[in-house]
């Protein structure tokens, strides 16, 4: 059965532009449509999952998405929204990046089934790599003119900007070379529309020009707009850079963590992009959140369908406990050692800290004055360090102790950190070198 595709996107304001006739064309009978993706790397990141949610919706309103990946592209490098030339990368490491790329696309999209529209993978390399240059001009660069080729904002841009040093020959053919795949989709598979983010508009009619002059057929564009976060920061990066859908690359946690740091103005367009909730779902959801925004409802929502979707539940389940584990009471050494250096360091990002060596703490042990002050200022003053610990409101690895307490190797986390702590939220951690 075929559901109104732009309809879900509208509400969900996932769309920039649709091409005219392209929402009758849907409606009529399941289509093929693809979205690019640049292999330069072999994970996707949280910047890509806009157009991955793009082509999951369109397999769930029953037509038939084909992702295809951007071998020859991305020997090239598309000029769209960047002032420089990107890395060219080799055929294996192009190959590599395909297959880790297409197992971070199945978490979406169906490609296994034997249903008609399942999804589709393929690697314009396969269809570039043979067509010599004499070839290419002949056969497609006689039909765009360099008028045409030159009125697209990529290539305006990039030219205008002061601090751009032009762009090369290379460049300036990725809109034929681009536009060529859905020409060769359109014939090979019958795929009628590309679909892209708003940048992606001059690319992607180059792409229906070719098809309309070349094959005197009838393609379709549609574009969703680009996601911006209220505060002016870029969507999908980090401190640390980009947000990755590698587990190894961005851990469950910290992927877990970027959505719950989310601003209640972009949670509320975020959980109708990156979820699969359903418009009554997520209005229940927004004015739930909206009676108590302290509690985070929205937030936590978005993060639990999206890191669940990305990862697994038991990724899920542990990016949870991780996070609660600073406020839980009843958090211990055994605890804090299930998880690994990489996601202790997420856990412990934002901690203030300090290093010393490992041979403060053997022998006769680290005094609590030194943990506390002397040795890295987590207290003022060494009399502020001896009131707390009278006070009791001193635990080491979430565990109370008394003034006569020495840190040793047996309190190592992993073997190299040590949680300090002052009442209920003041924490301090000890990396031992």
Not at 327 to 339: G, L, M, P
């Amino acid at each position: 059965m075929i559901k109104n595709f732009v309809e879900e996107l509208t509400w969900r304001g996932m769309i920039h532009t649709v091409m005219p006739g392209a929402e009758a064309h849907l409606m009529d009978s399941m289509r093929s449509a693809y979205v690019g993706f640049d292999p330069t790397a072999d994970s996707l990141h949280i910047g890509n999952l806009v157009p991955i949610m793009l082509l999951a919706h369109y397999q769930r309103c029953g037509h038939k998405p084909v992702a295809l990946v951007g071998g020859a592209t991305g020997m090239i490098g598309d000029p769209s929204g960047k002032s420089n030339e990107r890395n060219l990368l080799d055929e294996k490491t192009l190959r590599h990046n395909q297959d880790a790329i297409k197992n971070q696309l199945s978490h979406f999209l169906d490609f296994e089934s034997d249903a008609q529209n399942a999804a589709v993978l393929v690697n314009n390399y396969d269809w570039m790599k043979d067509f010599s240059f004499l070839e290419f001009i002949r056969d497609v660069g006689k039909h765009i003119t360099v008028n045409y080729m030159m009125a697209k904002d990529s290539v305006k841009n990039r030219i205008s900007s002061e601090s751009s040093e032009g762009m090369s020959f290379t460049e300036f053919t990725y809109q034929l070379v681009q536009g060529y795949d859905f020409l060769h989709l359109y014939k090979e598979s019958d795929c009628s529309i590309q679909m892209g983010g708003s940048d992606q508009w001059g690319n992607i009619t180059t792409g229906t020009e070719l098809i309309r002059r070349i094959a005197n057929g009838k393609g379709y564009a549609i574009t969703c707009p680009l996601i911006t976060k209220s505060d002016g920061s870029k969507f999908g990066k980090s401190e640390g850079g980009n947000v990755w859908l590698d587990a190894n690359r961005t851990s469950p946690y910290k992927f877990y963590q970027y959505w719950l740091d989310t601003s209640d103005e972009d949670a509320e367009k975020y959980i109708k992009i990156f979820t699969f909730l359903s418009k009554e779902e997520v209005n229940s959801i927004i004015n739930e959140h909206k009676l108590d925004e302290g509690r985070k409802i929205l937030q936590k929502k978005i993060a639990e369908e999206i890191t669940k979707m990305v990862h697994s539940e038991e990724d899920l389940q542990f990016a949870i406990e991780a996070s609660n584990i600073l406020f839980s009471k009843d958090s211990t050494k055994d605890v804090f050692e299930k998880y690994d250096d990489e996601t202790l360091n997420d856990i412990f990002n934002g901690v203030p800290q300090a290093e010393i060596s490992k041979s403060e703490i053997e022998g006769n042990g680290l005094d609590m004055i030194g943990a506390l002050s002397a040795k890295t200022n987590f207290l003022k003053s060494n009399g502020e360090a001896r009131r707390a610990l009278k006070e009791n409101s001193i635990s080491v690895n979430k565990e109370k102790v008394k003034d006569d307490y020495k840190i040793s190797n047996k309190d190592l986390i992993n073997n190299k950190f040590v949680l300090l702590q002052r009442g209920k939220k003041n924490y301090f951690v000890l990396r031992i070198k």
